[in-house]
């Protein structure tokens, strides 16, 4: 919201600084943005006359000029083509800072010539790009005035952010009324002068849609000129960033800015009939005022002719009655709409406008009236005519409401210590008029202009919630709510800033976590997957449809119905999806050696939370980093099976419980990937080399692996006590085993095996070679593993150490089939 000081004077009467204006508007609660002083900029800047402008002596295109200031007679050389004998121009002595080039003047000769001082261009003082010449000003203009005084730039323009409950503030009078209140002033009284009926006729309203429009206002100007608008108004229009049009339409914004009354104009002759009526839109299109083409539909409130749809109630209106030159009688138009069904208009037409941000705000049903009075005595001013009756359909609404302070109330909710009079003073001074009071409470009549305040709905309910205690709550929040508005009233006059900061009860000594552990673990696995140098991804959730059937279904559940994009028509099964595809544009621009990863959902109607799970993934493709010690190969799965363990690991999920299956899905290799399992059906994660035919259709070549780590089935860990670490007091013993085993039994088999053999004696196994040559049988491998013996009460002896040897070669060909070299 943009106003300048000197408009903001003419509704409030005051002494007061701009910089003290700025101020209180903050303490108050209207947030001060930004105050722009035009004229700063200009201070030093004075208007002179050119006595004499003669060719220089040396030098072409320069002009010897003699200027005469307020402090006498200076000579400037002006390079300007239209430095003439007699003009008036602005003038800027030595010492002058230039905003336009950002330089300081200073006195000086320009081939023989003394220069003392600079006849300025508009874009020289950063008004504007015209440097076709100096400014040229009437003859009338006084010399030694400053500038920005003489041209109106001495405005100040006060900008404000507005909360959007107080639809008031979005008017000048309102922001003037809070100052007032504030003790910055005093508010002036405002009643326009009745205008007379000279004609009878004119347009009439029809209402077939009360709900959107329950009330509306016109009134016939004819015989007028339309035309620019005169200074004043357009210099005010121009100082808020609004462009002048005509008179007509510039009246109206005037009074959109000045009461917050947003008004439309309708040329008559353009309309078709002589009934205007607000209805439904019926799917008929029209050309709004910025030239574009919009289809209301019947959830939107238009205003029609004849002719069909002729204005976006309460939003924009249609070109086709809008005023031009050519306009000599007009209808103002001044209604009510609905503020909920505006801002749905607004949004779903993508129409922001200054008449939508007002109704959906909440506008002052009371000053229609006078309103319309006010606009119709300045179309006189301006543009002349004589004025028809008030055309109006439907009634007001009848918003007359009251609210209830309990002066206790103000110290136990509101922390304030206020005196009884002081807080029904600053009630009466914003507008309230009290009804009520007593020793305990004051009742007041909330005034017409603040719809923010016990305006009933405050409370969104659930339709299955029981009737009575829906009932018993609605009518608790109707009696506290109001209170809570008035108790804010009456502190924020005080100033914002008055109020002491207090914190919150401290519900234990020692705070409760604030993540959760599925919260924990997903940052965990973040800084894991990043440490094993893996570069963070964030990629949509949806892809095109055919590159999501290469990883799994695409079942018409997980298919969007409003897509963004055509290609973007799918849920992804699994964020490897949208991995890959990043793979393949970094591959296709150079980068074919990338190691991606993405903290997001897969989706999957068979998924138990809402059809998705939170999927921890990762790919890398091409080749390792060149390094002295070992050189780049191409990666393969057993890298992406050591991210995933790493994740795993980090996670707390104990290693020795996982096993590894062949059965991955299809996008990956059939032959060189796995799926990690805890148990026989808890699924952790899948990983492996990409299916050839997938990287083939996504133009990724080269190797590339991936893995999935199911978050979500990861189970939260227990809450037990911490036991001491297990140091073991005896020195563990290593042996190692070669067993002879079929080429197809995998290695898990066996360190499986191994490791249950003899539970409380073993506490590891890990495989350290694998041997497939010629001097052993066909279809036959060499498996070795290293098994670690912790004794826990005594040193072992070496028949005991025998026996769990053979225990444990017993437990290998048991299961694997295998013989021990």
């Known amino acids: 919201m943009k106003f300048t000081f000197s408009w903001l004077r003419d509704h409030l009467d005051t002494d007061a600084t701009v910089a003290a204006i700025g101020e209180t508007l903050t303490r108050i609660g209207l947030e001060l943005e930004g105050i722009t002083d035009r004229a700063a900029a200009l201070a030093a800047f004075r208007i002179a006359e050119v006595i004499e402008a003669v060719p220089h002596p040396n030098a072409d295109r320069l002009r010897a000029c003699r200027v005469r200031t307020a402090d006498g007679e200076v000579s400037v050389v002006c390079g300007a083509p239209n430095a003439r004998t007699g003009m008036k121009a602005v003038f800027a002595p030595p010492g002058s800072y230039i905003p336009g080039t950002g330089i300081t003047l200073k006195t000086g000769e320009i081939r023989g010539v003394v ?69 910055i002033g005093r508010l002036k009284p405002w009643a326009p002068a009745p205008v007379p009926v000279a004609f009878e006729g004119g347009p009439r309203w029809r209402i077939d849609w009360p709900e959107a429009c329950p009330f509306v206002l016109g009134r016939t100007v004819r015989g007028l000129r339309n035309g620019p608008s005169p200074r004043w108004l357009a210099d005010r229009l121009i100082a808020i960033g609004l462009r002048p049009i005509n008179a007509l339409v510039d009246v ?67 070109e086709a009655t809008g005023c031009d030159e050519t306009t000599t009688e007009v209808f103002v138009e001044c209604a009510l709409f609905d503020p909920v069904r505006v801002a749905l208009t607004g949004r779903r037409h993508q ?29 006189l001013d301006l543009c002349g005519g ?32 206020v005196a009884e009079d002081a807080a029904v003073g600053a009630l009466e001074r914003l507008g309230f008029v009290v009804a009520a009071r007593d020793a305990a409470s004051v009742t007041v009549a909330v005034p017409s202009w603040r719809n923010d305040i016990a305006m009933g709905g405050g ?68 800084r894991v997957l990043a440490a094993q140098g893996l570069a963070e991804c964030v990629t949509f959730s949806f892809m095109a449809r055919a590159q999501a059937a290469l990883f799994g279904e695409t079942p018409e559940a997980m298919r969007l119905a409003n897509p963004i994009a055509s290609d973007l028509d799918q849920l992804r099964p699994t964020p490897v999806a949208t991995l890959a595809l990043a793979a393949a544009r970094n591959a296709a621009r150079g980068y074919a050696d990338v190691g991606l990863f993405e903290l997001g959902p897969a989706f999957d109607p068979a998924f138990a939370i809402g059809g998705q799970m939170q999927v921890a993934a990762g790919l890398r493709a091409g ?35 996982l096993s590894v299956s062949a059965d991955a899905p299809g996008f990956y290799h059939p032959g060189r990937s796995g799926v990690v399992r805890q148990g026989p059906k808890t699924v952790l994660g899948r990983f492996g080399e990409l299916h050839p035919r997938v990287r083939g259709a996504l133009d990724l070549s080269g190797p590339a692996v991936a893995f999935e780590l199911f978050l979500d ?19 563990p013993v290593r042996r190692d085993f070669a067993f002879l085993v079929d080429a197809t039994v995998p290695a898990e088999t066996v360190l499986r095996a191994a ?67």
């Open 351 to 379: 129409i922001v406008s200054d008449a939508r941000q007002r109704f959906e705000r909440g506008i002052d049903a009371a000053l229609m009236p006078d309103a319309l009075t006010a606009a119709t005595r300045m179309v």
């Open 459 to 526: 409370l969104d309910q659930g339709a299955a919630l029981d009737p009575a205690r829906a009932a018993a709550a609605a009518a608790g929040c109707a009696e506290i709510e109001p209170e809570c508005d008035l108790i804010e009233e009456v502190l924020r006059l005080r100033g914002l800033d008055s109020i002491q900061a207090v914190s919150l009860p401290r519900a234990a000594a020692v705070p409760p976590p604030v993540l959760s552990p599925r919260q924990t673990r997903a940052a965990l696995a973040r």
């Open 252 to 318: 109206t914004n005037f009074f959109t800015l000045d009461l917050g009354r947003p008004l439309h104009v309708f040329d008559v002759r353009k309309i078709a009939g002589e009934t205007l009526t607000l209805r439904r839109g019926a799917g008929e299109g029209f050309r709004a005022l910025n030239g574009k083409d919009y289809v209301p539909d019947p959830e939107d409130c238009v205003i029609a002719d004849a002719a069909g749809v002729q204005s976006l109630a309460g939003v924009m209106g249609g």
């Open 623 to 657: 080749t390792t980093p060149r390094h002295w010690a070992q050189p780049a190969r191409a990666v393969d799965a057993f890298d992406a099976k050591a991210d995933l363990f790493a994740a795993l690991g980090a996670l707390g999920v104990p290693m020795e419980a």
């Open 713 to 731: 089935a990861i189970a939260d860990p227990k809450r037990r006590r911490r036991a001491p670490p297990d140091l073991p007091s005896f020195q």
């Open 115 to 183: 220069s003392a001082g600079m006849l300025l261009s508009a874009r020289e003082m950063g008004l504007g790009e015209d440097h076709s010449g100096i400014v040229d000003l009437p003859a009338d203009a006084p010399v030694g005035m400053p500038y920005a005084a003489w041209a109106g730039l001495d405005d100040p323009v006060i900008e404000i952010a507005v909360t959007p409950n107080r639809g008031d503030c979005f008017s000048i009078r309102g922001v003037a009324r809070d100052l007032a209140a504030a003790g």
């Open 755 to 821: 490791r249950g053999a003899e539970r409380t004696l073993i506490a590891g196994v890990a495989l350290f070679d694998v041997f497939d040559g010629a001097s052993l049988p066909a279809g036959k491998r060499s498996l070795a593993v290293e098994v670690t013996f912790q004794p826990r009460d005594r040193t072992l002896t070496e028949a005991e150490l025998e026996a769990a040897a053979g225990k444990v070669v017993a437990a290998v060909a048991k299961a694997a089939g295998a013989v021990l070299r």
């Open 386 to 417: 004589e004025a028809g009756p008030v055309a109006a359909a439907g009634a007001p609404p009848d918003r007359a409401r009251t609210a209830r302070l309990r002066f206790a109330r103000l110290a136990t909710l509101g922390g304030a210590d």
